[in-house]
């Protein structure tokens, strides 16, 4: 089965972050660690599949029939060893393990909210009528999921077909995590990077400053911003890391391995630091070739 193609940045919390003690359930499906990044996406996948063929249809994926949090909203978590992250400096991370809930019931709710509120009103009608829906009852449902999360905010966001170029100013390019496997479909395939939240929330402020003083109010400008918000959500000594996830089934093993869109956006930001038009022009059009032809398959499907 292929995984969704969906890229992801991700927060892992210590332990302590979860409540003193961490509930019982939580702390059995650390220890347990059954849950893999490489078979998160699959276990999201399933979930969707499950929560549509099921009779009654489950408004979200991870909810039982009444609209109650499933079982599994307490149990899917990814664990890191805090010694898997590398630090600057004085840097620490932990103590360990970190976990990260998955959270797909809230992250769920959360998209679903956006629609509503997006969406042309003849497709919402049209979607709500065929869940037999109002939007009101919609709405409750959904604030009801949100309002489950223990923070304000969830552990993971997720971006399909393609990586928001800002999201790599967080990470230190020469960190990254490449696993080719056996080929696009091996589950163990991987381009990564992790981070201290210290040394990541060091990174967005000063790109954040920068694009803003150089480029105004932009779009760049407003994801750090809002990137940097939501770190400020999680505990000081957590990790971050930044995951291709599922898009690696699209990229051939040379071109993986070659991936230089880190270092790109790295060398954006000196580029605005020095003045260099020229420079930043041929590294724009160059991110945006790469990653416009990734995200034209979009709609070849």
Not at 72 to 89: E, F, K, N, R, Y
Not at 105 to 120: K, M, T, Y
Request: proline residues 7%; hydrophobic residues 45%; charged residues 25%.
């Amino acid at each position: 089965m292929l995984r969704p193609f969906v890229a992801y940045l991700r927060v892992y919390e210590p332990l302590s972050a979860f409540g003193e003690p961490p509930s019982p359930q939580l702390l059995q499906a650390v220890e347990a660690a059954k849950l893999t990044r490489a078979l998160a996406g699959e276990r999201e996948q399933r979930m969707w599949l499950k929560s549509q063929t099921a009779a009654p249809v489950r408004l979200l994926p991870a909810e039982l029939a009444d609209g109650r949090a499933a079982p599994s909203t307490g149990t899917d978590v990814l664990v890191l060893d805090p010694a898997q992250v590398p630090v600057v400096g004085e840097t620490t991370v932990g103590p360990g393990p970190l976990v990260c809930p998955l959270e797909l019931r809230a992250r769920s709710a959360a998209a679903l909210v956006s629609f509503l509120g997006d969406a042309h009103p003849a497709l919402r009608a049209s979607v709500l009528a065929a869940g037999g829906l109002t939007a009101e009852a919609v709405r409750s449902r959904t604030n009801a999921a949100l309002g489950e999360v223990a923070k304000s905010a969830v552990h993971v966001l997720s971006t399909t077909w393609t990586v928001p170029l800002p999201w790599f100013a967080l990470i230190d390019p020469a960190q990254r995590r490449l696993k080719l496997g056996t080929g696009r479909a091996d589950p163990e395939r991987e381009l990564s990077w992790r981070a201290a939240m210290r040394d990541a929330k060091e990174r967005v402020t000063e790109a954040r400053e920068l694009v803003e003083s150089t480029l105004g109010e932009s779009g760049p400008t407003r994801i750090l911003a809002e990137t940097a918000r939501w770190l400020d959500n999680f505990h000081p000594e957590s990790a971050i890391e930044l995951d291709y996830g599922g898009l690696v089934q699209l990229i051939a093993d040379p071109i993986l391995a070659s991936d230089t869109s880190a270092e790109e956006v790295h060398s954006i930001l000196d580029a605005l630091r020095d003045g260099n038009v020229e420079e930043l022009a041929e590294l724009f059009r160059d991110l945006r070739e790469y990653w416009s032809e990734l995200a034209a398959r979009e709609h070849l499907n």
